[in-house]
């Protein structure tokens, strides 16, 4: 791949350390440093699959996988996290999925781990703010080598070139968002939210309570989309007032 970025005219260093140990996150990253001297961007986007349906889960299958997608984007992120501080300036791209936002079947191991990167982009958007690094994640659907024999007719129209647009417009400079979560899929980008019901709320709740008015805690019409803790608190609080 940096072969193949050098000879269409950009940029570009292959590094074969190992994005699942500390060691090798910051290897990969220091030779980005001393390459280009900063690291403005970083996209975490290592992968690797062990499908298996989990009743038939074994430890050899899920911990590779937790442990490239998403301990890697901790290992990675850890250090580069470090120098974007220090410039006040990042932006750091997750490569999250829908496998782990919506769930499929088979990919226990790989959901749980791509559903662990959306945690930690709320988490680091919330802590870099202040340093003007944002964080934003993005469920690609594309043909890849890991994808191409599942698609079936879909592949041609699920060119990876299509996916590209929206991962670098959510490393840009003028970005203007931060946590937030993307699906991008054959020429379409679109937004994934977690959205919180009105509810039922009675300050004598039972679990019968919670039975009878089921439909209510699950009812969509008037949901919010919380930006953190402190807007559910806030949709609580609301609940209570008289």
Do not use: C
Not at 77 to 92: D, F, I, L
Not at 96 to 113: I, K, P, R, V
Not at 165 to 189: C, I, K, N, Q, T
Not at 200 to 205: C, S, T, V
Request: glycine share 10%; no cysteine; net charge negative.
């Amino acid at each position: 791949m940096a072969r193949e970025a050098r000879e269409l005219g950009g940029e570009a260093i292959a590094d074969t350390h190992s994005v699942t140990t500390p060691e090798g996150g910051e290897a990969l990253v220091n030779t980005a440093i001393d390459a280009w001297g900063r690291v403005d961007i970083l996209i975490n986007n290592a992968g690797i699959l062990r499908d298996k349906a989990f009743h038939n889960l074994t430890p050899e299958l899920l911990e590779p996988v937790l442990d490239v997608h998403l301990k890697g984007a901790f290992y990675v992120t850890k250090p580069a996290w470090a120098k974007m501080r220090e410039q006040s300036y990042g932006r750091v791209l997750m490569a999250s999925s829908s496998s782990g936002l919506l769930g499929n079947f088979g990919q226990s191991n790989y959901g749980a781990a791509k559903m662990g990167l959306v945690g930690l982009t709320r988490v680091l958007a919330a802590e870099g703010a202040k340093y003007d690094i944002k964080v934003n994640a993005i469920a690609p659907l594309a043909r890849t080598r890991m994808t191409e024999n599942l698609l079936g007719p879909l592949a041609d129209k699920l060119a990876p070139e299509l996916v590209a647009p929206g991962a670098v417009w959510l490393v840009h400079r003028d970005v203007p968002v931060s946590g937030e979560v993307f699906s991008a899929a054959g020429g379409r980008v679109a937004r994934f939210f977690i959205g919180l019901t009105t509810g039922y709320y009675d300050p004598a709740l039972t679990p019968e309570d919670v039975r009878d008015n089921f439909d209510k805690v699950r009812d969509e019409s008037g949901y919010s989309v919380p930006a953190g803790p402190a807007d559910e608190i806030a949709r609580l609080l609301e609940t209570w007032e008289p």
